[in-house]
T-cell receptor, first 114, second 113 residues
Framework: SQTIHQWPATLVQPVGSPLSLECTVEGTSNPNLYWYRQAAGRGLQLLFYSVGIGQISSEVPQNLSASRPQDRQFILSSKKLLLSDSGFYLC?????????????FGPGTRLTVL | GENVEQHPSTLSVQEGDSAVIKCTYSDSASNYFPWYKQELGKRPQLIIDIRSNVGEKKDQRIAVTLNKTAKHFSLHITETQPEDSAVYFCAATVYSSASKIIFGSGTRLSIRP
């Protein structure tokens, strides 16, 4: 069966510090991968998605970046965190398909920028 | 791009009553409409979905309806129970290789005992 992992689970970082969040998927090949951010009490904002190794699409301008160095690994990074980067970061995967498929979410990383 | 609007933002119903959440979408090319439930501090999980070639789908106490002409879809929960309390998100996916899902802003559903 497929599983999706995220780490760390929680993170407290000072403003201006770098960030690296990691997501890995097991039990499937060539998944679509996604990064979302959820501010406290708010909805899910799609940040990045990837349909293959090295293929990253950005949805919103920001100081974050994403990379997919391996088929089942998705990394979210920042060189300098802002207060507004605080939130719940969710990684998700789906089976590729033109007709649309369920997205499976990881357990999330709760980031607090102070 | 696709835009999904969801109403109401909060909903409180008496246990045993029905709850209805409504969403509209903007891109007529959208063809897959999932609904996710998110409990406090946890990840969203799919509860039901519908594709554009179907008008209605039901799974026990949960049903979803889709009106392609009007570009709106709704979630219906009957005989609500305390464990139905959560935030519910509607979403729409455009036919593409990326299967991007655009989420609504969420509805916080509270079930009063």
């Amino acid at each position: 069966s497929q599983t999706i992992h995220q780490w760390p689970a929680t993170l407290v970082q000072p403003v201006g510090s770098p960030l690296s969040l990691e997501c890995t998927v097991e039990g499937t090949s060539n998944p679509n991968l996604y990064w979302y951010r959820q501010a406290a009490g708010r909805g899910l904002q799609l940040l990045f998605y990837s349909v293959g190794i090295g293929q990253i699409s950005s949805e919103v301008p920001q100081n974050l970046s994403a990379s997919r160095p391996q088929d089942r690994q998705f990394i979210l990074s920042s060189k300098k965190l802002l207060l507004s980067d605080s939130g719940f970061y969710l990684c998700a995967w789906s089976v590729p398909g033109l007709a649309g498929n369920e997205q499976f979410f990881g357990p999330g990383t709760r980031l607090t920028v102070l | 791009g696709e835009n999904v609007e969801q109403h109401p933002s909060t909903l409180s119903v008496q246990e045993g009553d029905s709850a209805v959440i409504k969403c509209t979408y903007s891109d007529s090319a959208s063809n897959y409409f999932p609904w996710y439930k998110q409990e406090l501090g946890k990840r969203p999980q799919l509860i039901i979905d519908i594709r554009s070639n179907v008008g209605e789908k039901k799974d026990q106490r949960i049903a979803v309806t889709l009106n392609k002409t009007a570009k709106h879809f709704s979630l219906h929960i009957t005989e609500t129970q305390p464990e139905d309390s959560a935030v519910y998100f509607c979403a729409a996916t455009v036919y593409s290789s990326a299967s991007k899902i655009i989420f609504g802003s969420g509805t916080r559903l509270s079930i009063r005992p």
